[in-house]
């Protein structure tokens, strides 16, 4: 079923290379922004509002139509805003691209679970979403391993940078792919009774 392969592909590669941002920020604080605890915690904060905002963004949606386009567009976001990260050198311009990290991280998350969890039979729903957990929580300490071993050699600034780059390309693509996926989805949505 094309959307759900899509979708947990792009899932598997947010996962391996751009989610692992977490195990870097403390190289950030420290050596990047010079700063300490305090200055990793308005970090992780700043990354915490923009992921409620996320949050709040898609639950208020009443119907799963046009989910594709804001999953692609939400990927997209993601990779820009953790490449963007990799540039800053001031505490402020930082904090604020870590809220549109967090927010375009819970955004992507939420978007896909959503389009997945919209499309899927009822009687594969446990399989899809093992699937689904495994893309998320099964890649991310192996991408978490992997990315800290290229911030030890070409430094966490680069490692952000083509981590981020290759999350943007997954969500180019994705945005490609969507009027196919749109398509198949809209059928499979009409038959389980929504309407568009």
Known sequence: FIPIRNTLLV??????????YIVL???FAREILGGGPQ????LMASSGVGALIGSLRFALRKSPAGLGKAMAFSVSFFGLSVSSFAFSRILA??????GFVGFSLV?????????IQSLVDDDKR???MSLYIVSVMGIYPIGSLFTGWIASIIGAPLTFL????LCFLAGVVLWRKTP????IAHGVLRKKGHRF
């Open 11 to 20: 899932l598997a590669l947010i996962s391996f290379t751009a989610i692992p």
């Open 25 to 27: 920020l403390p190289v």
């Open 39 to 42: 200055t990793l915690g308005f």
């Open 93 to 98: 311009l930082s904090m604020i691209l870590m």
């Open 107 to 115: 955004s992507s998350l939420v978007s896909c679970n959503t389009y």
């Open 126 to 128: 446990s399989r899809v």
């Open 162 to 165: 083509g981590c981020g780059a």
């Open 180 to 183: 196919q996926m749109e398509e």
